[in-house]
């Protein structure tokens, strides 16, 4: 089945530790998307990107990177930066850049500070 | 910048009651998607309006849009405890889309 996976599930950070959360994706979308969800608020935005080797900042991009060296790949890097990185990272993807078309989501990762 | 509130925040019901959730933009939408996240997991894709006045109706849920393309809402019909999680609107103006904060159903057997 074509889908979005996200990895790990769970994810600890040590203060000053800079963490990756995996994205990857086979349902050949151009357009992938990461979201943070802190309770009682929205999804809010971090990173996007339209195209392989392209990509643009969200609303809080602050204190995160990304990279899309892969059509299939997007992977989240939490830096040191990020002062208060816990929440539920989602990533997402359409098919065509910036389409209509409904986001596919993955099944998130919970990061937490040691 | 564009703006989209959702309200109430949290909605507990009674197992067959109703069930209505607005969402609100500050700007004119192009269109607006409706999601449902159960608990723990991941928001699934619902419904997309794309007309003035539009109204759709999957089962037990009836989505509307506005006539001025600011506002949208989702009405469950006698709810389940299937019904149970945070439902949240995206709407989109241009190339922006903005999520809700959600509305999160709870339902009492």
Known sequence: ?114 | GQQVMQIPQYQHVQEGEDFTTYCNSSTTLSNIQWYKQRPGGHPVFLIQLVKSGEVKKQKRLTFQFGEAKKNSSLHITATQTTDVGTYFCAGREASDMRFGAGTRLTVKP
Request: with cysteine; hydrophobic share 25%.
């Open chain 1, 1 to 114: 089945d074509g889908g979005i996976t996200q990895s790990p599930k769970y994810l600890f950070r040590k203060e000053g530790q800079n963490v990756t959360l995996s994205c990857e994706q086979n349902l050949n979308h151009d357009a992938m998307y990461w979201y943070r969800q802190d309770p009682g608020q929205g999804l809010r935005l971090i990173y996007y990107s339209q195209i392989v080797n392209d990509f643009q900042k969200g609303d809080i991009a602050e204190g995160y990177s990304v990279s899309r060296e892969k059509k299939e790949s997007f992977p989240l890097t939490v830096t040191s930066a990020q002062k208060n990185p816990t929440a539920f990272y989602l990533c997402a993807s359409t098919q065509g850049p910036k389409s209509n078309q409904p986001q596919h989501f993955g099944d998130g990762t919970r990061l937490s500070i040691l």
